[in-house]
């Protein structure tokens, strides 16, 4: 059976997925990103080839470092990866926020999967993954838990500062004034959740809203993106994949399906 590989290579972490003839995902990796990203990758497609048995396997990279990966036959961006996923995960077009490591990314998608509208933030980490992940590691959270505590807070205080060095000095100054940690938390949700509506406000929104990237599986930005957007929120089975998942169905497409003629 033909199998085509996706691999994203993230800020944070490198995702890998090899897919079937059906689309389906029957093999996954998800690590952290190392120091030597180019040595990293190549033993990750290295093992996954030894484990699947088969050598000529087309690959498709995207992320920050696609570049760095010797085997795949083309880089494609995240715009282009990220919307053909989430597209094929969940059946239908929309507006994808994915809110990853590095960058947040706001992509709007027709009904056929075509990219009409996207904006990017690469250029600040306050809206991002590293936003929340720096600060849970400053107040010795597990970044899995912040999300929980933030929703069960009775109390909301605001971060005004949109930058994480100030917005940490803002924090810090809220604990010495001995402000509750779980009101803190969610104030600073909050923070993040405001500067993706105003990514929102900026494209050519059409309904629904679906979420992807790490930050996904955080259920106060779901809950506060439903609130902010007085929309439902869908996520897809494997939020953090779908980078490479939409890599390897365009592996798929061109490399197998198009020789065959299909």
């Known amino acids: 059976m033909d199998k085509a590989i996706g691999i994203d290579v993230g800020s944070t972490t490198v995702k890998l997925v090899v897919i079937n003839e059906q689309k389906i995902i029957i093999n996954k990796h998800i690590e952290n990103t ?11 497609i290295e093992k996954v080839k030894s484990d699947l048995k088969e050598e000529n396997i087309p690959i498709i990279s995207t992320g920050y470092g696609r570049k760095l990966v010797e085997d795949a036959k083309e880089n494609l961006t995240e ?11 969940l059946g239908f077009g929309g507006t994808l926020v ?5 960058d947040s990314k706001v992509i709007v998608i027709d009904k056929k999967g075509r990219v009409l509208d996207f904006t990017m933030n690469d250029k600040c980490s306050a809206g991002t993954g590293r936003f929340l992940e720096h600060t849970a590691g400053k107040m010795e959270i597990s970044v899995e838990e912040i999300g929980k505590i ?10 005004s500062s949109t930058c994480t060095v100030f ?18 938390l969610k104030g600073l949700h909050r923070s993040l959740v405001t500067r993706i509506v105003g990514m929102i406000n900026s494209v050519a929104f059409t309904p629904p ?16 993106l439903e609130e902010e957007t007085g929309y439902k929120i869908f996520l897809p089975k494997y939020p953090q994949l779908m980078g490479a998942y939409g890599a390897a169905i365009i592996a798929f497409e061109k490399y197998i399906k198009n020789s065959r003629g299909i």
Do not use: F, W
């Open 209 to 224: 809203i679906m979420l992807s990237g790490g930050v996904a599986k955080n259920e106060a930005i779901k809950k506060m």
């Open 150 to 159: 933030a929703l069960n807070a009775k109390k909301e205080l605001k971060i």
């Open 167 to 184: 917005a940490e000095s803002e924090i810090i100054s809220l604990l010495a004034y001995g402000e509750e940690i779980d009101a803190i």
């Open 98 to 102: 994915d809110i990853g490591g590095q």
């Open 34 to 44: 190392k120091p030597r990203i180019k040595e990293q990758v190549k033993k990750l």
């Open 79 to 89: 715009i282009t990866c990220h919307a053909k996923g989430i597209y094929n995960a």
